[in-house]
């Protein structure tokens, strides 16, 4: 059933750190293995004759012998590869003020805050952007290549992808969930595929899911006969509790919640009452501009100007989502412990970014402000400290080099993430000094630790705003005549950072769009995912 692979010959692992090195340490450690078998069994099978035949020296003898093997026995225990196990677990539309561990006082996520305390967080998370509606395809574009924005192929074409990198290297590689990025990438990077849904969004009880054949093509698709966040911790328990192989693996959970429908199933629908949940801080009834993205998909799921109940119920829903799928995540590490390899499994939780749930007026993702380009991103497992954030600027794709990092392999060519091990090892403080986030042709943004300009072309529009003491976004002061200076190199930094990702996008029109908008009363249309009720209850 599992694919072997001669990675110790594989060109591959020829060329890695891990060729040389760990391919020795791990034959001698599989000798060393068989030898602490020995001298455990040895010893007890002995006095077991002993006792039988009542030979009491002898006994005395071996007894005596065991004890004195017995540090030798643990030396020989630890000195096993350290290569460890992965679990990833991804959410979808999740905003990092999310998690109750982080200070949210209104929701409920008790196996994320367990996560939280027993491992590090980075608190400064982004997504790069996209240029397109569905942020959700490049976000993990990059993910699993490591790469920039602009220098990957949605469909992850010609370009090793993290799963598959693993899995030349030694890896099992397992993946349920959501798989944005083609059929052709997902067998590319995995050797198992169970409950596997290609595509963006789905009613969540009524999923197209579809199992990885042996030979590398797929079942036919099938609707699924649970909630999506439940038959998606049921496939990977099931690969858990039946992994019996000597490599280790690698799990790939991609939930498709709290990702819209919002529409949590009833325990979880009635878990949150909506009057009793704060509105954003940075809540508008309408962006007070136009963004150039202000009636897309996302947009269109509450109507204009966004009123304080729909916000609060739309919030009810979301949050009910994410207490539904802690509690899956809670069953999957319970399963990982019941296994014995929870110890030696490196636990990372992320999301692809976040939304705007109300937040300046919008409800999506196509934005740059902070709610929806960060993303919750926690490391736990072997080696990592407990109950850590770090505040360092970083990208998801720097998840890539640092699962390398960890499991020895050499990063490849094209990888532009950092690893952010030397961080938690106190090594280094950070590993960049800016963030850039770019949205279709109509925003792009630069951040340093303190401030943020956010420029939008279309309409020769600029924000800015000092992030240490208005996190929320509130203010602008790109019009400030003490700011000018500031504006003048905010821009400078984000067009050198345009430079260094190939990004060709002009920051001023030559014919700019009106940037005054209202969208009152504006029709919208329900898409095809929508259940009957929510369709009755927002449009
Ligand atoms: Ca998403």
Redesign the pocket.
């Known amino acids: 059933m599992y694919e072997i692979l001669d990675w110790q010959n594989s060109p591959w692992a020829q060329g890695c750190q891990l060729s040389a090195g760990q391919l020795r340490t791990t034959a001698a450690s599989r000798h060393a293995a068989s030898f602490s078998l020995f001298c455990f069994a040895f010893p007890h099978l002995v006095i077991f004759l002993c006792a039988m035949r009542k030979s009491k020296a002898i006994f005395l003898i071996c007894l005596a012998v065991e004890f004195t093997l017995v540090p030798f026995q643990a030396a020989l225990a630890q000195s096993k590869p350290d290569r460890p196990n992965v679990l990833f677990l991804f959410s979808?539309?999740q905003r990092t003020d999310t998690i109750a561990a982080y200070g949210n006082r209104h929701i409920r996520t008790p196996s994320l805050d367990r996560l939280v305390k027993q491992g590090v967080s980075f608190r400064r998370a982004y997504c790069m952007g996209s240029m397109r509606g569905?942020?959700?395809v490049p976000?993990r574009a990059m993910l699993h290549s490591g790469r920039t924005l602009f220098r990957v192929p949605m469909d992850l074409q010609g370009v090793k992808i993290l799963p598959e990198v693993l899995r030349q290297t030694g890896y099992t590689t397992f993946g349920t969930g959501k798989w944005h990025n083609k059929e052709e990438s997902f067998a590319r990077g995995f050797s198992h595929g169970k409950s596997v849904f290609f595509g963006?969004m789905s009613n969540h009880l009524k999923v197209p899911l579809q199992d990885l054949k042996s030979d590398g093509t797929y079942t036919q698709k099938a609707p699924g006969s649970k909630f999506s966040s439940e038959l998606f911790a049921d496939a990977v328990i099931n690969f858990l509790k039946n992994y019996r192989e000597d490599r280790p693996f690698f799990a790939y959970v991609a939930f498709s919640a709290p990702?819209d429908p919002r529409m949590p199933p009833k325990k979880y629908a009635v878990m949150y009452e909506p009057s009793k949940l704060p509105l954003p801080i940075n809540f508008l009834p309408q962006h007070p501009f136009f963004n150039g993205h202000m009636t897309g998909r996302d947009e269109s799921l509450a109507a204009w100007p966004r009123t304080p109940e729909i916000i609060r119920g739309q919030t009810a829903e979301y949050y009910g989502m994410i207490t539904q799928m802690d509690y899956q995540i809670g069953r999957i590490i319970k399963a990982l412990k019941q296994t014995g390899q929870a110890k030696n499994t490196l636990i990372i939780f992320a999301?692809?970014?976040g939304?705007a749930m109300g937040s300046h007026g919008l409800l999506g993702?196509q934005n740059l402000y902070e709610h929806s380009m960060r993303a919750p991103l926690i490391f736990v497992g072997p080696g990592i400290p407990e109950d850590q954030s770090s505040h360092a600027l970083t990208y998801l794709f720097d998840i890539f080099p640092t699962i390398c990092q960890l499991t020895g392999i050499q990063i490849p060519d094209g990888v532009e993430g950092q690893s952010l091990v030397p961080i938690w090892q106190d090594k280094q403080k950070s590993v960049r000094d800016s963030i850039f986030t770019a949205f279709s042709t109509v925003m792009r943004a630069v951040r340093n630790d303190r401030w943020k300009l956010i420029r939008y072309p279309h309409i020769n529009k600029s924000q800015l705003f000092d992030l240490h003491n208005d996190p929320h976004e509130l203010k602008n002061l790109a019009d400030d005549p003490d700011q000018e200076d500031r504006v003048r190199k905010m821009m400078a930094l984000l067009q050198r950072w345009q430079k260094r990702v190939d990004d060709q996008q002009e920051l001023t029109s030559a014919n700019p769009q009106p940037a005054a908008i209202d969208l009152t009363a504006k029709e919208r249309k329900p898409d095809r995912h929508q259940p009957e009720w929510i369709i009755r209850k927002y449009f």
Do not use: M
């Open positions: 979808d539309d569905a942020v959700c976000s963006g990702h999301s692809d970014h939304l993702k």
